[in-house]
């Protein structure tokens, strides 16, 4: 494996992406600091996990560029992309771990790809990266038998395991008990200051978002409705921050069949 | 009408992936994934032994029954051989075969590349390098074009094999001489024209299965959708070959 790479920044300029007949974030212009944690906030359906998938090059924006440190992503061949992933690690919001090979061998997977690294040596990377997020005795489970916390912290090592300067995580806390919530937010601060790696983590937990962030993001209507520190977004006058950090529901909603 | 094109585009990708992956398994541009062969080889292969060997020997018997009653009325019984085996060998070993491994394999496949797309599985791949259809489709497809061939000898074994002993043991016919003729009669062209029929089906079920789970968009219910809609396809691509196949093997006869 190469030394580790210095934490690039992500910038995002003009950014349209969408589907043919439907924009779902138009003119978008962000700089995800390097070596931080970002988060990227928003209501369902914002966005959010889109610009995800745009800044790993899983898909193609309609418009507008993403720059990781001073390389152009969206104008980069699939060759190019397939090289630069190795750069990068994602947790998937459901772990997204495969489900015909065990937990060790998921984890294993990128290094047999992208390095040429002997069995052994694998073997001890993989049982490293398992140990760093508590699960190195269940390296020959397969995915159905661990519980939904456990799949998480599994697709966090295979995410770390080429040692990344970019990590990107899907709603890491989405359906977790607030104690596994808590211990994955720790493990994100602990992988930041251990590696000093740049963090994107799209989220709409306020909790998680308030433990860890450094940088944040607010998605609304297909814009940037906020950039800046945490504590800049709990002084914000925004109505829709406000109305989203207070947990305040549409007054549409209000007049449904429940009545409150 | 714009979903056709879209999902034409998809089948137009997948052939397009499929014939360059063994191309990049021979100048080691991509690994050929071994334990994936060998897991649906064990899949489709031992998986289906049981039940196309049950199949194969009750359609022997069927048939053995059926020509029975036709020919005891004009006195040639002993003619059963000779259409039992050429109906099982150039005709129903193929097309059950294919059949039910449409309908378990097919089906097995479709759901799994459409759960994956799902819950996010393959976008996990591209991330971390692995070609998709390289690591999903090729081996299913390799695995296919051995193993339905390899069951189709096998139930043309069983179903000839169950037709004679029926014969022997109920319909009171000597069993060297039924065998006998069953030898004689046949030719290995009758064999090799069934193989290579179902090594089309082989490639077909799995195109059309591996297709249909690529196209999967959100859910539950599009996995169902998308299985039924791989078998469906499946079994009716299959009797379109194999009248393709058939009428191809009587002109060039």
């Known amino acids: 494996m190469s030394p580790r790479r210095p934490a690039p920044e992500i910038r995002i300029q003009d950014l349209t992406v969408g589907y043919p007949g439907r924009v779902i974030l138009e003119g978008v212009n962000l700089v995800l600091p390097g070596g931080r944690i970002s988060v990227i906030l928003g209501g369902s359906g914002c966005g959010k996990s889109t610009l995800l998938r745009h800044i790993l090059g899983l898909n193609r924006p309609l418009a507008g560029s993403i720059l990781l440190g001073d390389r152009t992503l969206s104008t980069m061949s699939d060759q190019e992309l397939h090289d630069l992933r190795s750069e990068m690690g994602v947790l998937f919001q459901d772990g997204a771990l495969l489900g015909s090979l065990t937990l060790g061998e998921n984890v294993a997977m990128p290094l047999r790809e992208h390095t040429t690294l002997e069995e052994s040596t694998i073997e001890t990377i993989v049982r490293l990266k398992l140990n760093l997020v508590g699960l190195e005795p269940f390296a020959g489970y397969m995915p159905n038998e661990l519980s939904g916390g456990m799949r998480k912290r599994a697709g966090l090592a295979r995410a770390m395991v080429l040692d990344p300067s970019v990590l990107l995580c899907d709603e890491p806390s989405a359906g977790l008990d607030p104690i596994t919530a808590a211990s994955l937010d720790q493990l994100i601060l602990d992988l930041n200051e251990t590696f000093g790696m740049t963090i994107v983590v799209v989220t709409h937990d306020l909790d998680s978002l308030f433990t860890i962030a450094e940088f944040v ?44 | 009408m714009q979903d056709l094109g879209k999902d034409i585009a998809v ?114 791949l591209y991330v971390m390098g692995v070609e998709p259809v390289q690591y999903l489709v090729f081996p299913k497809m390799a695995s296919m074009a051995v193993m339905l061939p390899v069951l189709t000898l096998w139930a043309d074994f069983v179903g000839v094999f169950s037709g004679g002993a029926f014969s022997v043991f109920f319909l009171g016919l000597d069993a060297r001489a039924y065998f006998e003729q069953s030898a004689s009669f046949l030719q290995t062209s009758d064999l090799l024209a069934g193989l290579v029929k179902s090594l089309g089906f082989g490639i077909t079920i799995t195109l059309i299965s591996c297709w249909q789970g690529f196209l999967a968009r959100e859910g539950a219910t599009d996995v169902g959708v998308r299985t039924t809609r791989a078998v469906v396809q499946s079994i009716f691509l299959i009797i379109l070959l194999d009248l393709f196949f058939t009428a191809l093997n009587y002109l060039f006869r």
């Open chain 1, 217 to 260: 993001v607010v998605l609304h209507g297909g814009h940037v409705l906020y950039q800046g520190g945490p504590k800049g977004l709990k002084e914000s006058e925004d109505q829709y921050i406000q109305q989203f950090l207070k947990r305040i529901p549409n007054q549409r909603d209000l007049n449904g069949p429940l009545k409150f």
């Open chain 2, 11 to 124: 089948l137009g990708w997948l052939v397009n992936r499929l014939v360059h992956c063994p191309l990049r398994c021979v100048f080691r541009q991509k690994r050929f994934y071994t334990w994936e062969l060998w897991r649906h080889m064990a899949s489709v292969g031992a998986g289906s032994l049981g039940i196309v060997s049950v199949i194969a020997a009750c359609t022997g018997m069927i048939l053995a029954l059926q020509a029975a009653q036709q020919l005891e009325k004009v006195g040639a019984l002993s003619f059963v051989a000779n259409l039992v085996g050429v109906v099982i060998i150039a005709e129903l070993g193929p097309l059950l075969t294919a059949i039910i491994l449409a309908g378990r394999s097919g089906a097995a496949f479709t759901a799994e590349i459409a759960t994956m797309r799902i819950s996010e599985e393959i976008d996990a």
